[in-house]
């Protein structure tokens, strides 16, 4: 089993709709999560950390299930700007500044 | 102001050569890291710095050489480049291990 893994898509969703993902980890002692966005051919930017209670930025919402392992995104009357790569990364949980990335959930806002 | 910046943006070079990547992050961040990405988009660390000092170095062939002159930059060398070497190298920094992650431009390398 990877350590990170995500569906990979494309999602396909209609301007205005929402879109959600998962991402589910295999280390039951990571404790650091977050999703980073990646446009084609520029670098990752950090989109929001997840914090275990849950949080929301704007459009979107992010959620931890420590028993699942997993980490959802969930993105609101998603815009056409939205169209982009979803990275979900974790931390290793023993290992020092390892953070892990998933290879991405590709994200495709249609008009 | 560029917070992480690595030069050059692009790097085409033959087989066997020798080539850097530069990287300089002006926010004052203790950790360094350099990621490659090859064709399948997947993000995997090759080494970190935490005040000049090597942190980690995952299985990379030891023709990789990085050198933190201080803590505000983290070079790559790479000896005898191969095809397999083709990828795009991202340089990254953040304040401590385990925190967010703020990447440079990328520095997309294709060895022919």
């Known amino acids: 089993r990877k350590e990170v893994e995500q569906d990979p898509g494309p999602f396909n969703v209609p301007e205005g709709a929402t879109v959600a993902f998962n991402c589910t980890y295999s280390?039951?002692?990571?404790?650091?999560f977050f999703w980073y966005r990646q446009d084609c051919r520029k670098e990752p930017k950090l989109l929001m950390s997840?914090?275990?209670s849950g949080n929301e930025d704007g459009r979107f919402t992010a959620q931890l299930n420590r028993a699942s392992q997993y980490i959802s995104l969930l993105i609101r009357d998603s815009k056409l700007s939205d169209s982009a790569t979803y990275l979900c990364?974790?931390?290793?949980?023993?290992?020092?500044?390892?953070?892990?990335f998933g290879a991405g959930t590709q994200v495709v806002v249609t008009p | 102001d560029t917070a992480v910046s690595q030069t050059p943006k692009y790097l085409v070079t033959q087989m066997g050569n020798d080539k850097s990547i530069k990287c300089e992050q002006n926010?004052?961040?203790?950790?360094m890291y350099w990621y490659k990405q090859d064709s399948k988009k997947f993000l995997k660390i090759m080494f970190s710095?935490?005040?000049?000092?090597?942190?980690i170095n995952e299985t990379v062939p030891n023709r990789f050489s990085p050198k933190s002159p201080d803590k505000a930059h983290l070079n790559l060398h790479i000896n005898s480049l191969e095809l397999g070497d083709s990828a795009v190298y991202f340089c990254?920094?953040?304040?401590?291990?385990?925190?967010?992650?703020?990447f440079g431009s990328g520095t997309q390398l294709s060895v022919l």
């Open positions: 997840v914090y275990s």
């Open positions: 280390n039951s002692a990571s404790q650091s």
């Open positions: 710095y935490n005040n000049k000092e090597l942190i």
């Open positions: 990254a920094s953040s304040p401590t291990e385990n925190e967010k992650l703020f």
């Open positions: 926010l004052g961040h203790d950790t």
């Open positions: 990364v974790v931390n290793k949980g023993d290992s020092w500044g390892k953070l892990q």
